[in-house]
């Protein structure tokens, strides 16, 4: 099992940068897909940034150029940095981690990013 603990939400300005830090325990994370979720009031879920076991990332197209994700299998964190952020990048932000070929799929409780216009 993988235990997941997000750090590094907040409130910040529109334009401004956050770096959003995934803490794992528990199982090795190598063979995992990591990502980064997010919801915002009264929206469904949305997926907006993962990064594969082989170093292959993945954006939503909102966030393209904006975002990046990192992951650092020996520290054991998935880093999400945001820059050029928009009131619309305002949600809970939830790290999560995937391997189908067990059906192991574990969450976080989130974090909140919230920037003001």
């Known amino acids: 099992q993988l235990q997941l603990v997000e750090s590094g939400g907040g409130l910040v300005q529109s334009g401004g940068s956050l770096r959003l830090s995934c803490a794992a325990s528990?199982?090795?994370?190598?063979?995992?897909?990591m990502g980064w979720y997010r919801q915002a009031p009264g929206n469904t879920l949305e997926m907006v940034a993962s990064?594969?076991?082989?170093?292959?990332?993945d954006y939503d197209y909102s966030v393209k150029g904006r975002f990046t994700i990192l992951r650092d299998n020996a520290k054991k964190t998935v880093d999400l940095q945001m820059n050029s952020l928009k009131p619309e990048d305002t949600g809970v932000y939830y790290c999560?981690?995937?391997?189908?070929?067990?059906?192991?799929?574990?969450w976080g409780r989130g974090t909140q990013v919230t920037v003001s216009s």
């Open positions: 528990g199982d090795s994370m190598d063979f995992y897909t």
């Open positions: 990064i594969a076991s082989s170093l292959a990332t």
């Open positions: 999560n981690a995937k391997r189908l070929s067990i059906e192991a799929d574990y």
